[in-house]
């Protein structure tokens, strides 16, 4: 089975940077996923770390410790749009098959 | 392409009513899923296919079956609704298994 701990909610000022937290417990880690969900709208794929270190994406960086069990996703110069929900997912190799296990998510509200 | 295509957008069942949510990707993708997504919870696997003909459980089959004909189509059949099942059902597709996965916009169903 797997755990996955995300933030509720979050909130942040536009232009600025926030960091989203997300950390697992799995027993076959095979890599993690963000993606973000806009409000009545279907998730879309903005990152993918299965090595250790930092994936930068334009604005959107995401990092991978799995030493820690841990990843963040980094979003810089806020913008209004980015308020979003953004879901944590980790791939685990358990029982010879690949599953993806989402976390709730956390919801971005960006102020002006 | 059109990506990944949901009917219909919006249903309202009553309790013991039958339906099936169609989805439909035209991106060749062997690997096709079916997600509920209740408020505040992440998305939860309710059935996969690898490929036509193969289907496997995920993490919440119980009132739900699912064929795979073809490559393209990956229909969802709720049978006897009951209130538990108020939802957004979303389908997904990917290129490999449990990789970066699309989105179709989802099906929002009540059961009164």
């Known amino acids: 089975g797997q755990n996955i701990d995300q933030p509720t909610e979050m909130t942040a000022t536009e232009g600025a940077i926030v960091q989203i937290n997300c950390t697992y417990q799995?027993?076959?880690?095979?890599?993690l996923f963000w993606y973000q969900q806009h409000a009545g709208e279907a998730p879309t794929f903005l990152s993918y770390?299965?090595?250790?270190g930092l994936e930068e994406k334009g604005r959107f960086s995401s990092f991978l410790s799995r030493s820690k069990g841990y990843s963040y996703l980094l979003l810089k110069e806020l913008q209004m749009k980015d308020s979003a929900s953004y879901l944590c997912?980790?791939?685990?190799?358990?029982?010879?098959?690949?599953?993806?296990?989402f976390g709730k998510g956390t919801k971005l509200s960006v102020i002006p | 392409n059109a990506g990944v295509t949901q009917t219909p957008k919006f249903r309202i069942l009553k309790i013991g009513q039958s339906m099936t949510l169609q989805c439909t990707q035209d991106?060749?993708?062997?690997?096709m899923y079916w997600y509920r997504q209740d408020p505040g919870m992440g998305l939860k696997l309710i059935y996969y296919?690898?490929?036509?003909?193969?289907?496997d459980k995920g993490e919440v089959p119980n009132g739900y079956n699912v064929s795979r004909s073809t490559t393209e189509d990956f229909p969802l059949r709720l049978e006897l609704a009951a209130p538990s099942q108020t939802s957004v059902y979303f389908c997904?597709?990917?290129?490999?298994?449990?990789?970066?996965?699309?989105f179709g916009p989802g099906t929002r169903l009540t059961v009164t």
């Open positions: 991106m060749n993708h062997n690997y």
């Open positions: 799995t027993s076959g880690f095979n890599g």
């Open positions: 770390n299965v090595l250790d």
């Open positions: 296919s690898v490929g036509a003909g193969i289907t």
């Open positions: 997912a980790v791939k685990d190799s358990g029982a010879g098959s690949y599953q993806l296990t």
């Open positions: 997904a597709s990917s290129l490999l298994l449990a990789d970066e996965q699309y």
